[in-house]
C-alpha cells in the first residue's frame, strides 16, 4: 500500500514505505521527496522515533515525556440538570512534571497541539440524558457529547476526546451533566472513571 504524507507542520514525522513520489510539504521544503521504499527517514534528528502504529508499515514521531493522567478517588454527586466540573484528586502520571493540576484544571506550561480526553460513568437511572465536556478557562466549551441514558440496570459510560491549541497557562476542565432528576452520582472505577489526559503533540 502507498502512503502519502499530505503535510506535517512541524517536521516531526517518520515515514516507512513511502513512494518516491512523496514529498515534504514543510515550508522551505516543498517538493523534496521524503521517503523511498523500504526506507524509514526521520526528518527532525532531536526527535526519537516513537511508534505508533496508523497503517502497515508507517509510523510517527511523539514527544512520550509530555503527557499527564489523572483521576478523582471517590464517587461525585452530580446535581441535576447542571454541568459541573469534575476536580482531579490525584495524578496517576506527570511524565516530565510539565503540567500543574490546579483549581480543578489541568495546565498547560507551554503552548502547543494538545490531545485532550476524559471517560465518566454514571451511576444506572434510566431516566434523563447524560453528558460530558472540555473547556478551556472556565468558559470555552472546546467539545462536548451527550446521550440518553442506558436503560435498566446497567451504568452509563461516556468518554470525549479532542484535539486543541492551548497557550502557555491555559486551564482544562472536565465537565459531567445529567438530567434525572435528582443528584446523581460519577462512580469512581480505577482507570475508568473519572479519568482524563492530556498530551502535548506538538
Not at 475508568?192 to 489526559?197: G, T
Amino acid at each position: 500500500m502507498d502512503v502519502t504524507l499530505n503535510w506535517d507542520a512541524d517536521g516531526n514525522v517518520s515515514t516507512t514505505g513511502m513512494t518516491a513520489a512523496t514529498t515534504d510539504r514543510r515550508p522551505g521544503n516543498e517538493g523534496r521527496l521524503i521517503g523511498a521504499v523500504g526506507a524509514q527517514q526521520s526528518m527532525d534528528a532531536h526527535y526519537q522515533p516513537v511508534p505508533y502504529a496508523l497503517a502497515a508499515g508507517t509510523f510517527i514521531n511523539a514527544a512520550p515525556d509530555q503527557g499527564v493522567g489523572v483521576y478523582v478517588n471517590a464517587a461525585l454527586s452530580i446535581n441535576n440538570a447542571t454541568w459541573a466540573t469534575l476536580s482531579p484528586t490525584t495524578e496517576r502520571w506527570d511524565a516530565a512534571a510539565d503540567y500543574w493540576v490546579s483549581s480543578s484544571a489541568l495546565i498547560a506550561k507551554s503552548a502547543g497541539l494538545y490531545l485532550i480526553v476524559g471517560n465518566i460513568s454514571f451511576a444506572a437511572n434510566v431516566t434523563g440524558t447524560r453528558g460530558i465536556r472540555i473547556t478551556v478557562n472556565g468558559s470555552a466549551v472546546i467539545a462536548q457529547k451527550t446521550q440518553n441514558a442506558v436503560g435498566g440496570t446497567d451504568t452509563t459510560e461516556m468518554n470525549i476526546a479532542t484535539l486543541y491549541l492551548l497557550a502557555t497557562n491555559d486551564a482544562v476542565r472536565i465537565q459531567a451533566y445529567q438530567s434525572s432528576g435528582g443528584a446523581l452520582n460519577v462512580l469512581s472505577t480505577a482507570n475508568i472513571s473519572p479519568e482524563w489526559r492530556m498530551v502535548r503533540l506538538q
